[in-house]
């Protein structure tokens, strides 16, 4: 039974609800808004590297000030741009946007309760983000300009306005964004957790949870650890860019002033970000392989293989991402011997992630593969787990990551298993879940479209970047012109921007298909895809508390596909057992 | 004018979208089908897709291998980079094998099984013993590139340095200057207290090995000997990269880091192999500012004899700082 | 859903809270280690403020401990609960006091004379302080609620929360004062 009836106004249905369902729309709508703006931004850097120093239709989006007299993009605001583009895509897409949206949206409905086990927090955990999205837009238009040492922002590039004009104000809208974001975040990784652990309906056990929801619980938890370490890490910098402490600085010379701080180490920076910033990918990917865990099961017409492995590989990861974070710091100077260690962590987490692409292939071979766009896109985000994964073999390796680190393989790694990998995860579960989230079904062909072009365009973008990264060039360059022994990558770089502006062109198919579907797309059956999870036995226009009567009664796991001796191919998870039948 | 032009061009588009998919639902409201469910024929069309995806990426992926190989970096020209090339080797070739296997694995099972009316998928959950060999093996493998890949890095990190020249490489916005540490080997303290007009570098000239240390704006390197290079940076983070020697080594303020390796090719070897605008350069690997991009030293390989030539015409800090 | 489970979830929501609020004085801490390992770190005596302190919200947290057992037999808890709550601002004020003795001493967070232990001292106390508050507003909605006699012993979940937010809190300054004593 639900709650309470409340009486609903536009306030509460829309602005500030407590619903699950309608604050995973929230994040995901804000979500696509910054996607668009970072993506937007990468357009615009992406031209300036194939047409250096000149000027570009693309310039006109930006705010007053940041061209030079010429026309061409300043040196500074190309970092600025890169900076918030790393910014935005990681934290505010990839994390808020992919856990933001599809934890809230489908942990009730997968574990069959009625909402999270605090709607208020919940909704709190919107809002932070809202006003941390608001703060960091803000510092776009601030005159010494947004943050601009990197979404890494290491001191002192990032402590000291004189070495750079965006970590002036910018760079404090951006701690203070992030702290807002961080709070948030962990507003909601802790009703994820929480709601996981105890709101599950009758009969569903964790070795009865779908994936998707063993994803989420994890990623919750790496997010509940380390998250915090990322504000310590902040607070230490705040102390020394508004306080004049020396936890990061020590023996500078700036501008012609000697500046007084002594003792500090920007080394301790790098490792406290780090101790945040690996785990965070892993933050970003698990859901992605989550998503992906659900949509090829069903789309296959068979279990996902190796459920239990899987489950394993899942924790191993977030086990093993809090020992790597040293692979980003193997250049440091740090002791060779922890580098040994941490190289050795690094390629072990290959490991699990080798044994969860393995077993997607098991379950694509003999399958029944029903091609929705969904599916299209999980298939990509193995293909590009493949890919981007196999590449941190070379990178995870310090002896080799001597000339490879910082360069352009390494931007190519990073962007495929991100880019791709996790980006196209969230396409997936967009598609796949959008006619539970609005009662409509996503345009198949547009969505096609949307797919075949964006995998062509992607997979041009940033495979080269591998061959430019061998070539020895650095990344975060304002433009490779400057040393002749780039000048034969001149071409690469053109072809690069070209993928890139065709890719940024495709999705607007997405975009628009999305939209014109929330308001004119066909409607919906109750289970279109004719899934085994409990969300589809919920009434198509969503109600609160999610299920209008009692709550289902689980029986079985959530993969019964094409079960021998079963009336069809799928058999939903509050199925009782046939007589004689025995559960998988 | 073009703003307009472009903005016209772009709500046109939308509008010939949106007038295709209603197109489209009207047809099919007309026939009576569900636009937005899968058929056999989509499953087709998509799996051949994924079919030629396989020559397509993969040839793709050849291609640039093929056409852009020579833009690689040169091999190494130094000691430790030489092994760091085979390493290299051996890594790549180990993780082609698996893409080249795994890539059209995936785009094929794609193909063969797509879907059909009227087929059955196969109800396989698990295997245990598959699950065993697919984690051991990778583990096995992966164990023998991490040995390899550690005796390497021990070696590029602890080289034999008795003998090596010592040369300071000092960093800041946003160009390089070298320090040679000059007979006694010995580079004198230093302190960025002491920076003031042309001690650029902070040298203490009160201490007794810094008058013979001399600072230069380009490095030369005698061939084959063992070099020291000792990095300092004035204000931000910045990273020397030499690519064609593979070294790379962060220069931290505050902080002193190193790097040892051995030059084992001339620049004018260098020129002979690769064109006469050959050069060896440092670059700057960290963001550090709004000139990162432009943030070069020349390096210069040569003979013993050369780099002797080169410097002993150099002038020591005792004779530029000092007041005569 | 049930009104136990509710209250079992939203403790449990509490206790992953807690968790986060470590790893952050985690990661302050390790800072700590870390730079102290490097040298250039001044030795100072903790204020005896801080020791008075520690007394005050050990107390703090034994009176709390006093509120349940009286809840249980139906007594006021009240004076209990404010007096913690005074306790609490008593707290605060001894730490004030410690970093005005810290000051005396030379020991800045920042500026000329500074080093950087002390500003690892200042920011990790002030840290905990800033959590502190949070104990603090809790305390004054607790006091409030007990004294318009709104809890029994089966409807206390408010209660709960915040009488096991101030024993982290305690447990927390235990930690950070014995580290800062002993490290």
Avoid at chain 1, 93 to 98: E, F, I, N, R, S
Avoid at chain 2, 71 to 85: C, T
Avoid at chain 2, 212 to 226: A, C, G, M, S, Y
Wanted: with cysteine.
């Amino acid at each position: 039974m639900s709650d309470h009836h409340h009486k609903e106004t536009f306030i509460t249905k829309y602005i500030f609800s407590t619903d699950h369902k309608m604050i995973a729309k929230q994040f995901l709508i804000t979500g696509m808004f910054m996607a668009i703006i970072g993506m937007l931004m990468s357009a615009i850097f992406r031209v300036q590297l194939a047409n250096p120093g000149e000027y570009s239709i693309l310039y006109e989006l930006l705010p007053g000030g940041w061209l030079n007299e010429d026309g061409g993009l300043n040196p500074d605001k190309y970092l600025a741009l890169v900076t918030m583009h790393g910014t935005i895509l990681v934290f505010w897409v990839l994390t808020a946007g992919l856990s933001g949206t599809f934890a809230n949206f489908l942990i009730p409905l997968q574990i069959g309760a009625r909402d999270m086990a605090s709607g208020f927090i919940n909704m709190l955990s919107y809002w932070f983000f809202f006003i941390a999205t608001v703060v960091l837009l803000s510092s776009l238009f601030v005159e010494s300009g947004p943050a601009s040492g990197g979404w890494t922002i290491y001191p002192p590039l990032s402590a000291l306005p004189q070495a750079i004009p965006g970590s002036g104000t910018g760079m404090t809208l951006w701690l203070y964004s992030i702290t807002l974001f961080v709070v948030g975040s962990l507003l909601g990784g802790l009703n994820y957790i929480v709601t996981i652990l105890n709101l599950r309906t009758k009969g569903m056990s964790m070795q009865r949870l779908p994936l998707t929801v063993w994803a989420l619980l994890i990623t919750a938890i790496l997010g509940v650890l380390s998250f915090p370490v990322l504000l310590s890490c902040g607070l230490l910098l705040l102390f020394d860019r508004s306080f004049g402490t020396s936890f990061y600085l020590s023996d500078i010379i700036i501008n012609g002033e000697a500046l007084h701080n002594v003792g500090g180490s920007p080394i301790l920076f790098e490792h406290l970000f780090w101790f945040l910033g690996h785990p965070e990918v892993y933050i970003i990917l698990l859901p992605a392989l989550g998503i992906v865990s659900e949509v090829i099961a069903v789309n296959s017409r068979k279990p996902i293989f190796g459920y239990k492995a899987m489950v394993g590989a899942l924790l191993l990861i977030a086990f093993l991402s809090f020992i790597v974070w040293g692979h980003h710091m193997f250049m440091t100077g740090m002791n060779p011997f922890l580098g040994s260690v941490f190289t050795f962590t690094t390629l072990l987490i290959a490991i699990p992630s080798a044994v969860k692409v393995f077993n997607y292939l098991a379950t694509l071979w003999r399958a029944n593969i029903r091609f929705t766009p969904a599916m299209l896109f999980a298939i990509g985000t193995v293909s590009a787990f493949i890919t981007g994964g196999l590449t941190g073999l070379i990178l995870g390796d310090s002896a080799l990551d001597i000339n490879v680190h910082d360069t352009y393989f390494v931007v190519g790694h990073f962007h495929i298993v991100m880019g791709l990998s996790a980006i196209y995860g969230m396409f997936a579960g967009v598609y796949h879940w959008f006619p539970k989230m609005y009662g409509k079904m996503m345009n198949k062909t547009l969505g096609y479209v949307h797919f075949w072009g964006t995998f062509i365009c992607a997979y041009g973008v940033f495979f080269p970047m591998h061959f430019l990264g061998l070539a020895g060039l650095p990344r975060r360059y304002y433009t490779n012109s400057s040393f002749p022994m780039f000048d034969g990558l001149a071409d690469i770089n053109e072809i690069i921007t070209f993928f890139a502006l065709a890719g940024a062109i495709v999705q607007a198919i997405f975009i628009f298909n999305f939209f014109y579907s929330i308001f004119k797309g066909t409607k919906t059956t109750a289970n279109p895809w004719k899934s085994n999870t409990l969300e589809w036995t919920t009434p198509i226009e969503r109600i609160h508390g999610n299920w209008p009567g009692e709550l289902p009664v689980v029986t079985r796991w959530a993969y019964d596909y094409s079960k021998p001796g079963m009336d069809e191919d799928f058999v939903m998870q509050n199925v009782p057992l046939k007589e004689g039948e025995k559960e998988h | 004018m073009t703003n307009l032009l472009i903005a016209l061009v772009v709500i046109l588009a939308i509008a010939a979208l949106v007038q295709l998919v209603r197109v489209n639902e009207l047809l099919s409201e007309i026939t009576n089908e569900d636009t937005n469910s899968v058929t056999d024929d989509d499953n087709n069309k998509n799996g051949i897709l994924f079919l030629l995806t396989i020559p397509l990426f993969l040839g793709f992926v050849v291609w640039q291998m093929v056409t852009w190989d020579h833009l690689l970096l040169p091999p190494a020209s130094s000691v430790h980079g030489a092994e760091i090339d085979s390493l290299m080797k051996v890594s790549m070739t180990l993780i082609l094998i698996v893409f080249f296997a795994l890539t059209p694995m995936l785009f094929f099972f794609a193909y063969k099984y797509r879907g059909k009316k009227g087929n059955t998928a196969y109800f396989f959950s698990h295997n245990n013993k598959l699950e065993v060999v697919w984690t051991v093996v990778p583990t096995i493998i992966l164990t023998a590139l991490i040995i390899y890949g550690l005796r390497t890095w021990d070696r590029a990190m602890n080289p034999d340095l008795s003998q090596a020249t010592v040369i300071e490489v000092y960093s800041k916005q946003f160009d390089w200057t070298a320090r040679y540490a000059g007979e006694d080997n010995v580079l004198g303290q230093s302190s960025y207290l002491l920076v003031k007009g042309k001690n650029t570098l902070g040298v203490d000239m009160l201490d007794e090995p810094s008058s013979d240390d001399i600072v230069t704006r380009e490095v030369h390197l005698p061939v084959n000997k063992p070099v020291l290079l000792k990095f300092r940076s004035r204000d931000v983070i910045h990273s020397a990269f030499l690519p064609h020697f593979r070294v790379q080594m962060n220069c931290v303020p505050g902080l002193s880091t190193q790097f040892g390796f051995t030059p084992t090719k001339t620049t004018e070897q260098m020129k002979l192999e690769e064109g006469e605008d050959f050069e060896y350069v440092l670059l700057c690997n960290k963001i550090c500012g709004a000139a990162h991009f432009n943030m070069q030293m020349k390096f210069i390989v040569e003979s013993e004899e050369d780099y002797n030539k080169w410097i002993s015409s150099q002038q020591s800090l005792e004779t530029t700082l000092t007041l005569k | 859903m049930k009104k136990s489970i509710k209250e079992k979830a939203l403790k449990q929501l509490l206790w992953v809270g807690i968790v986060s609020i470590s790893m952050f004085f985690a990661g302050l801490t390790s800072a700590f280690i870390v730079r102290k390992a490097e040298g250039n770190w001044t030795e100072f005596i903790l204020p005896d403020w801080f020791i008075a302190s520690t007394a005050v919200i050990i107390l703090s947290s034994l009176l709390l401990i006093f509120v349940k057992i009286r809840l249980r037999k139906g007594k006021s808890i009240f004076n209990l609960l404010f007096t913690t709550l005074v306790l609490g601002i008593i707290f605060s004020y001894f730490q004030f006091e410690g970093w005005g003795q810290l000051t005396n001493q030379g020991i800045y967070l920042t500026g000329e004379g500074s080093n950087v232990a002390g500003s690892f001292l200042y920011v990790l106390t002030l840290s905990h302080l800033v959590h502190l508050a949070g104990g603090l507003i809790a305390l004054v909605f607790s006091s409030v609620k007990s004294k318009l006699n709104l809890y029994s012993i089966d409807n206390c979940l408010g209660l709960d929360l915040t009488i096991n937010y101030w024993h982290f809190l305690t447990v927390l300054w235990l930690y950070l004062f014995i580290f800062l004593k002993f490290l």
